[in-house]
Every structure is written in structure tokens, then in C-alpha cells.
């Protein structure tokens, strides 16, 4: 079975900081791993998936399969970040995503 | 463009009632999945339907739950009878294509049974 864990509920950081909302997960074949983010009030809405190992809004994220992770990072935290964050896996395009319980992150100005 | 559409964004429901949930995705999109987050969980995928079939509903929990898409176009999730453990938020998802395409949420619908 597939699953995805993301063992913070809250992460605070103050502006200016770095940010790595951590992110592990299982499945026996070779997944595909996103980021999914939902600022206050707004939708879910796609960050970024490892395959087209892009930066978006400055977060970037590195499959790690020796470690079954893939943190979302960024080096310094804007207040704008402050949103819900899901890590997520399907086995194959977007039909089947497997989401984990999701990390708030505060950005104190 | 529109984006994808649920109705209602609310709803407060007895126990034993039923609730219909609706669906629209943005035109022209023949994935349509639903999800749902139980508080304090994780977002479970429920199905996934390519135009009007049901392409996938092995995460639908059990048979009070029937979803529908007539004629491809916007879906319907029903619960009857709806229990205790079925609030949380009900999302609604579309994309072009399932296999490579991003998919886009609407803003849930959040059940609640008292």
C-alpha cells in the first residue's frame, strides 16, 4: 500500500529563515511524488512534482529513493508562504493521488 | 476560465439524512475525481470518472456512498444514509487528460452530520 507521511502539523519560521517541510513516504514502485499547497481561503492547488524538477515561488524539492523522501525546501521564507502544504504520490499520473495529513507552515514576519 | 465548481460549499446534515453533492469541473476536462479529508487525516482519494464512467471507485468507503456523472459533464456524490463519520471536506477535482496533466481542485465542500 502506498502512503505518505509528513510528521509535522505546524512548522514556524521566522522571514528570512530557511524552510524544509519534511516529507517520507512508501510504496513499493517507482512513484511520483508533488507538492500540493492551499493558501488561507484560496484552493488546492499544484506547487510542483518531481519529474519536471522545476522551482516554483523559490521551493524546490529532491526525490530521495534511497531515503524514501522528498522534502519541499527553500531558503528563505516569505510571509506569503504562510499555506497548507501536502506532500502526495500516485503511481501514475494524477488518478489516484495519495495525499499525507499535510504541514501548516507560519512565516512570522 | 471558470475553474472547478462545488456545490454547496456548506452543509449541516442529521444523521440518517441524505446530502447531494455537486461537482462542476472546468469544461471540457474528461477526468473528474473526488476526494475527501476526515478532520484531522489525510485527503483520500474516493474515484475518478473519464467522461461519464467510473474509471476508478476504490476509495468510495462503502455503498451509502453513489457517485454519478451524467453525460460527462458535472458529477453528483451522494450519501444515504449519512453517519457521524462522513463529515469532513469533499473535494472535487479535473484535468484534460488522466495521465500527465495537472489536475485542478475546487474549494471543497464541507459535510457536517450531527
Known amino acids: 500500500a502506498q502512503r505518505v507521511t509528513q510528521p509535522e502539523k505546524l512548522l514556524s519560521v521566522f522571514k528570512g529563515a530557511p524552510v524544509e517541510l519534511k516529507c517520507n513516504y512508501s510504496?513499493?514502485?517507482?512513484?511520483?511524488l508533488f507538492w500540493y499547497v492551499q493558501y488561507s481561503r484560496q484552493r488546492l492547488q499544484l506547487l510542483l512534482r518531481?519529474?519536471s524538477r522545476e522551482s516554483i515561488k523559490g521551493f524546490t524539492a529532491d526525490l530521495n529513493k534511497g531515503e524514501t523522501s522528498f522534502h519541499l525546501k527553500k531558503p528563505f521564507a516569505q510571509e506569503e508562504d504562510s499555506a497548507m502544504y501536502y506532500c502526495?504520490?500516485?503511481?501514475?499520473?494524477?488518478?489516484?493521488?495519495?495525499f499525507g495529513t499535510g504541514t501548516k507552515l507560519q512565516v512570522i514576519p | 476560465e471558470a475553474g472547478v465548481t462545488q456545490f454547496p460549499s456548506h452543509s449541516v446534515i442529521e444523521k440518517g439524512q441524505t446530502v447531494t453533492l455537486r461537482c462542476d469541473p472546468i469544461s471540457g476536462h474528461d477526468n473528474l475525481y473526488w476526494y475527501r479529508r476526515v478532520m484531522g487525516k489525510e485527503i483520500k482519494f474516493l474515484l475518478h470518472f473519464v467522461k461519464e464512467s467510473k474509471q476508478d471507485e476504490s476509495g468510495m468507503p462503502n455503498n451509502r456512498f453513489l457517485a454519478e456523472r451524467t453525460g460527462g459533464t458535472y458529477s453528483t456524490l451522494k450519501v444515504q444514509p449519512a453517519e457521524l463519520e462522513d463529515s469532513g471536506v469533499y473535494f472535487c477535482?479535473?484535468?484534460?487528460?488522466?495521465?500527465?496533466?495537472?489536475?485542478?481542485f475546487g474549494q471543497g465542500t464541507r459535510l457536517t452530520v450531527v
Open positions: 510504496y513499493s514502485g517507482s512513484p511520483e
Open positions: 502526495a504520490l500516485s503511481s501514475g499520473g494524477y488518478q489516484k493521488v495519495t
Open positions: 477535482a479535473s484535468s484534460w487528460t488522466a495521465g500527465d496533466t495537472e489536475a485542478f
Open positions: 518531481h519529474i
